[in-house]
Every structure is written in structure tokens, then in C-alpha cells.
Nanobody
Framework: QVQLVESGGGLVQPGGSLRLSCAASVTIFSIYTMGWYRQAPGKQRELVASISSGGFTNYPDSVKGRFTISRDNAKNTVYLQMNSLKPEDTAVYYC??????????????WGQGTQVTVSS
């Protein structure tokens, strides 16, 4: 049974920082593309950051320059460093592990989510 366990969420003031961690029990963690998504109340889930097996990263403009994703393949863990947090970053943050086998089949796993609240 594959598990993704997020940690590190909490309450932080605007301008503050948080570091999220996601420990994955997938086999051969290094070949998965890992991602962080978030979902605010009443909104769709959106990509926050992703990192490929080769270390390539991707961010939407809303977090570029403030968030950094990284991975430690030896620890089967992916991190999201969030700086200069804004109230609009408030959401439940989810970890994702994705591996495509073909054009129609893939492994796609999700964590249970961790709440991040940015408020004074």
C-alpha cells in the first residue's frame, strides 16, 4: 500500500515561512515526478510546484520566486519551502507522486493533505 504522509503545515503570519515535507512509501521513489498541490475553500485544486525524476522544477507564476521544491531520493522525501507567505496561500496542501507507464496507464498517488493558514 503506497502512502504519502505530509507534515509541516500550520498557522503563520503574512511574510513568514513554512517548510512542508512529504514522506513516500513508493517503490523506486526516484523515478516519480513529485508535486505539491493546494486547494482553498470553494476553489479547484491547483499545482503549486513539481519536480521531475531528473530534478527539473516547475512553478506557477503565483508562487515563483517564493516557493522552492526539492527532493531527497535517499529519504524518499519531497519538500516545499514556502517564503514570503501571503493570505492567499491559505489552503490544504497535498503531496502527489506520479509515474506514467504509457499514454494511458500511470501510478498517481495522493497524500491526505496538510493545512496551511496565513493570517495575522
Amino acid at each position: 500500500q503506497v502512502q504519502l504522509v505530509e507534515s509541516g503545515g500550520g498557522l503563520v503570519q503574512p511574510g513568514g515561512s513554512l517548510r512542508l515535507s512529504c514522506a513516500a512509501s513508493v517503490t523506486i521513489f526516484s523515478i516519480y515526478t513529485m508535486g505539491w498541490y493546494r486547494q482553498a475553500p470553494g476553489k479547484q485544486r491547483e499545482l503549486v510546484a513539481s519536480i521531475s525524476s531528473g530534478g527539473f522544477t516547475n512553478y506557477p507564476d503565483s508562487v515563483k520566486g517564493r516557493f522552492t521544491i526539492s527532493r531527497d531520493n535517499a529519504k524518499n522525501t519531497v519538500y516545499l519551502q514556502m517564503n514570503s507567505l501571503k493570505p492567499e496561500d491559505t489552503a490544504v496542501y497535498y503531496c502527489n507522486a506520479y509515474r506514467a507507464f504509457s499514454a494511458v496507464t500511470a501510478n498517481d498517488y495522493w497524500g491526505q493533505g496538510t493545512q496551511v493558514t496565513v493570517s495575522s
